[in-house]
């Protein structure tokens, strides 16, 4: 009998134990514990070939600096903000929040932007930036952003399969049913209500809210 893991939160479904088959389960069907489609399950044992990987996230100027556009700014700013909010930092968190707004405000989308397009991006993050970042920090044993990149990894692709349901079923997606983020590490969940805790970064249910 076989065992599938699913890649997002490493719940097992073991033939063995179960009275459905894996392959004989619907294609809606979804992981348990955090939600993830069978898509995202892998046979125990299967292994996918090893890629070359450059650790070169980007071609460096000669002075090692490039200028930041609005969006970037805008989230970098957002993130601050998030910082100084969990350090309890108010004032700092505030000024942070009107930063990225501004930013915001002066952020011009292409006419392509999209949910294809921000799910080429996130191949190119699964496929490029985000082994290349592991393979920079393995080089200098940054167990800190290995494990950050760890938990990046898995919201990238809860996030890559939200996309994919997106474009196939629309506003649709979530008829009926709440959204829910993770205040930690930015997980997705889609269900009446959030998982016990949070699949990725194990912090309880308090920390994973409702979008409204």
């Known amino acids: 009998m076989s065992r599938y893991v699913c890649q997002i939160c490493g719940y097992v479904y073991d033939d063995e134990k179960e009275s459905v088959p894996f392959n004989e389960l619907p294609e809606n069907w979804k992981c348990p514990l955090c939600g993830a489609p069978k898509a995202m399950f892998k046979k125990s044992g299967d292994t996918e070939p090893e890629k070359e990987v450059h ?5 460096k100027a000669e002075n090692d600096m490039r200028e930041m556009g609005n969006a970037e700014l805008s989230a ?3 993130n601050l903000a998030r910082g100084c909010e969990k350090q309890y930092r108010a004032e700092e968190a505030a000024l942070f929040s009107k930063l990225s707004e501004y930013y915001a405000s002066k952020t011009v989308l292409p006419d392509s932007y999209g949910a294809g397009s921000i799910t080429a991006q996130i ?13 920079a920090s393995a080089e200098v044993h940054d167990r ?19 996309l994919n349901s997106y ?11 709440k959204i829910w983020v993770c205040d930690i590490c930015g997980f997705i969940y889609i269900g009446e209500t959030p998982p ?7 912090v309880p249910s308090m920390k994973i809210l409702e979008v409204k």
């Not at 800190?144 to 939200?162: C, D, F, H, N, Y």
């Not at 474009?167 to 049913?177: S, V, Y």
């Not at 016990?196 to 194990?202: D, S």
């Open 196 to 202: 016990t805790v949070c699949p990725i970064c194990k």
């Open 76 to 78: 970098v700013c957002s």
């Open 123 to 135: 191949e190119k993050d699964l496929n490029q930036s985000i082994p290349a970042a592991k393979a």
């Open 167 to 177: 474009q196939e079923k629309g506003l649709h997606l979530a008829d009926n049913e």
């Open 55 to 59: 650790t070169e996230l980007e071609p």
């Open 144 to 162: 800190g952003a290995a494990r950050v990149l760890t938990w990046s990894e898995k919201v990238t692709r809860i996030m890559q399969s939200l």
